[in-house]
């Protein structure tokens, strides 16, 4: 007599946030690590020493909002998923890792910024670690909104295509910010700046549709 298959159990999506987090959290506690305690030689000024790290404050500062926002909105996106699965759990695991790359970007533009010769380098370089995780969560989301897969079968296809073309919009922005950076490091830097403070904002509230209507 054949048994009956078990369903197959993923993590939760609760279950995934919670491990998200911690890496939010290592990868975030690792930009304050890269600002080293100045040098001094005997005639020289700690204020002057400490004035000098300013590459490190901003790449800190910068890169801390950064995962800051990703992180605001993990949690915010993770209230539409309502269901996860093996691929969805990977990718997750992608956008994880390219969080946790970015203070390797962030260190390089630290040091390098005030290079005259390695500065285009490092901001193009920077400006590639900020395209990663936008790919990557890019991915997470048209995989869990195909054909509403782990979403909310009720969430507004409207909403979903809006919010896709945002996302799409985010990847080519940082694409044309490494283009910009290959021809002025500085104007490429602006570039992701200005972007990220656009996703300061509150990402847009989601809509649902009864499900006994059609969603036009």
């Known amino acids: 007599m054949l048994r009956k298959q078990k369903a197959m159990v993923y993590l939760t999506t609760q279950r995934i946030e919670a ?127 195909r054909k509403h897969r782990l979403v909310d079968p009720t969430l507004s296809a409207a909403f979903i295509s809006k919010t896709t073309r945002l996302f799409l919009f985010s990847n080519a922005f940082y694409f044309a910010a490494i283009l910009i950076s290959l021809w002025n490091g500085i104007a490429g830097l602006i570039v992701c700046t200005s972007l990220t403070l656009i996703f300061i904002q509150a990402p847009p509230e989601p809509v649902y549709i009864d499900e006994n209507t059609n969603d036009h």
């Open 19 to 145: 491990f998200s987090d911690g890496v939010f959290a290592i990868a975030i506690t690792l930009l304050v690590l890269e600002i080293k305690v100045p040098h001094l030689h005997d005639s020289s000024s700690l204020w002057s020493g400490l004035a000098d790290l300013w590459s490190s404050y901003f790449g800190y500062v910068f890169s801390f909002i950064m995962i800051g926002v990703y992180w605001a909105n993990h949690h915010h996106i993770f209230h539409l998923y309502k269901k996860s699965d093996h691929y969805f759990v990977l990718l997750n695991v992608f956008f994880l890792m390219c969080i946790s790359f970015l203070p390797f970007p962030t260190a390089v533009l630290a040091e390098y910024i005030s290079s005259e010769q390695q500065r285009q380098t490092a901001m193009t370089f920077y400006a590639f670690g900020l395209l990663l995780p936008a790919i990557s969560w890019l991915l997470m989301w048209l995989y869990a909104t």
